[in-house]
């Protein structure tokens, strides 16, 4: 029998993995962290905000920098973290980089009463997308909308065959206090999944979908983008899927150190470096994905030892 969630008893996480591998993660320093890469999983550290952010940064413009018109490709991005957005446009319009070729995958959006929020909506992804990064960019340089593919209840379809259309460099993304990319949660415990959780080849299987998000995805986006007021975050949300992620050539994870805990950085390298695959920890699915890499702002990385304020 494996264990009953400690925060919410209706679904899976990481609080029902075995308490050896929980201590063993929670150990780790940062001395420790190029001692977890092995081959198809690195890891870069940065001493400073500007220089990870920067780093974040150059990875769209190499990656809009490779498209061309008869050979399309594109980066997959989050909301989360979104500090590097403001510096992709800045660098493109100073340094006149012609991405008009280029293509643009968002990673994932709210769901409200069966359709996803428009623009509108101050908690919108695309919305922040446009404003932090593509309505930045001149005109002589950007890439038409058409170029932009953003999740949509009624296209999940045609924009998880985009996957197949455009090479995707670089799926970009935080992670989440669940341990996930996109919006990629652990499941409920509910029907089949009620007293084991899905194996990694049966997660492996989800595409771009519409899901319930866990209750600690909840509270995470209060805490990072509302103040912590809960009852304004929806509880659902459109998502790119493992899928579309197995899809994407490289899978790069950001740890600015804000939007998962010092705890959750190290568990999901812990698990990525020694091969161990478990759906109550999305991220260690990227187990078997062929290129991760982690990478983390050094000085936010904490401690999991015990500090009483």
């Given at each position: 029998?494996?264990?009953?969630?400690?925060?919410?008893?209706?679904?899976?996480?990481?609080?029902?993995?075995?308490?050896?591998?929980?201590?063993?993660?929670?150990?780790?320093?940062?001395?420790?962290?190029?001692?977890?890469?092995?081959?198809?999983?690195?890891?870069?550290?940065?001493?400073?905000?500007?220089?990870?952010?920067?780093?974040?940064?150059?990875?769209?413009?190499?990656?809009?920098?490779?498209?061309?018109?008869?050979?399309?490709?594109?980066?997959?991005?989050?909301?989360?973290?979104?500090?590097?957005?403001?510096?992709?446009?800045?660098?493109?319009?100073?340094?006149?980089?012609?991405?008009?070729?280029?293509?643009?995958?968002?990673?994932?959006?709210?769901?409200?009463?069966?359709?996803?929020?428009?623009?509108?909506?101050?908690?919108?992804?695309?919305?922040?997308?446009?404003?932090?990064?593509?309505?930045?960019?001149?005109?002589?340089?950007?890439?038409?909308?058409?170029?932009?593919?953003?999740?949509s209840v009624e296209g999940l379809a045609d924009y998880s065959a985009s996957f197949d259309q455009v090479k995707c460099l670089v799926m970009q993304?935080?992670?989440?206090?669940?341990?996930?990319?996109?919006?990629?949660?652990?499941?409920?415990?509910?029907?089949?999944?009620?007293?084991?959780?899905?194996?990694?080849?049966?997660?492996?299987?989800?595409?771009?979908?519409?899901?319930?998000?866990?209750?600690?995805?909840?509270?995470?986006?209060?805490?990072?983008?509302?103040?912590?007021?809960?009852?304004?975050?929806?509880?659902?949300?459109?998502?790119?899927?493992?899928?579309?992620?197995?899809?994407?050539?490289?899978?790069?994870?950001?740890?600015?150190?804000?939007?998962?805990?010092?705890?959750?950085?190290?568990?999901?390298?812990?698990?990525?470096?020694?091969?161990?695959?478990?759906?109550?920890?999305?991220?260690?699915?990227?187990?078997?994905?062929?290129?991760?890499?982690?990478?983390?702002?050094?000085?936010?990385?904490?401690?999991?030892?015990?500090?009483?304020?």
């Amino acid at each position: 029998m494996r264990n009953v969630s400690k925060v919410a008893k209706d679904w899976w996480d990481y609080t029902t993995l075995d308490t050896e591998l929980l201590d063993a993660a929670a150990r780790i320093t940062v001395k420790d962290l190029p001692k977890l890469q092995r081959s198809g999983f690195s890891i870069k550290l940065y001493d400073t905000r500007e220089s990870f952010f920067l780093a974040e940064a150059l990875e769209y413009i190499q990656a809009f920098s490779a498209s061309s018109a008869d050979d399309p490709k594109g980066l997959c991005g989050p909301i989360g973290p979104t500090e590097q957005l403001p510096l992709v446009a800045q660098m493109i319009n100073e340094l006149e980089i012609d991405v008009r070729d280029a293509h643009f995958w968002g990673m994932d959006e709210w769901v409200v009463d069966g359709k996803e929020v428009d623009g509108t909506h101050p908690l919108s992804f695309k919305r922040a997308d446009m404003e932090l990064l593509f309505n930045r960019i001149d005109k002589r340089f950007r890439m038409p909308d058409s170029h932009l593919h953003f999740p949509s209840v009624e296209g999940l379809a045609d924009y998880s065959a985009s996957f197949d259309q455009v090479k995707c460099l670089v799926m970009q993304g935080g992670q989440g206090e669940t341990k996930h990319w996109a919006f990629n949660d652990p499941v409920q415990r509910t029907g089949s999944y009620a007293q084991d959780p899905p194996t990694p080849a049966e997660y492996r299987k989800l595409a771009a979908r519409v899901l319930e998000i866990h209750p600690m995805t909840m509270i995470q986006n209060a805490r990072t983008s509302g103040g912590g007021v809960v009852s304004n975050i929806p509880s659902h949300a459109v998502t790119v899927g493992p899928v579309e992620t197995w899809k994407s050539e490289k899978v790069s994870i950001w740890h600015p150190g804000w939007h998962d805990n010092p705890f959750g950085m190290r568990l999901s390298a812990y698990m990525l470096s020694h091969r161990i695959a478990d759906a109550t920890v999305p991220m260690s699915l990227l187990s078997d994905h062929p290129q991760v890499e982690f990478h983390y702002l050094v000085p936010n990385f904490g401690t999991c030892t015990v500090e009483m304020h």
